[in-house]
Nanobody, 118 residues
Framework: QVQLVESGGGLVQAGGSLRLSCAAS????????MGWYRQAPGNQRELVAT???????NYADSVKGRFTISRDNAKNMVYLQMNSLKPEDTAVYYC????????????WGQGTQVTVSS
């Protein structure tokens, strides 16, 4: 069983910063690509950023230059540093990971709310 647990969401004023963390736990061989997605009310879930086990990153255009994704492979953790936050960044943020157990599966965290006030 693989679990992803997020932390670090909250309420912040526009222009502020937050750091999200996500820890993968359970029985697995390796954690491959990890990332963050978000979903605002009435919208589809969208990609925010991803990072491979080798450190290659990918960002949505809307967050480039403001958000930074990183990971600690030894701890099976992924982080999202969010700076210069805007009201339109308000959403539930979900941790995502591709994990190898007896097969390669996609796993999601429970989500953490980020609210940016204007």
């Amino acid at each position: 069983q693989v679990q992803l647990v997020e932390s670090g969401g909250g309420l912040v004023q526009a222009g502020g910063s937050l750091r999200l963390s996500c820890a993968a736990s359970g029985s697995f061989v390796s954690v491959n690509r990890m990332g963050w997605y978000r979903q605002a009310p009435g919208n589809q879930r969208e990609l925010v950023a991803t990072i491979t086990s080798g450190g290659s990153t990918n960002y949505a255009d809307s967050v480039k230059g403001r958000f930074t994704i990183s990971r600690d492979n030894a701890k099976n953790m992924v982080y999202l540093q969010m700076n210069s936050l805007k009201p339109e960044d308000t959403a539930v943020y979900y941790c995502h990971a591709i994990v190898l157990t007896t097969y390669q599966g996609i796993y999601w965290g429970q989500g953490t709310q980020v609210t940016v006030s204007s």
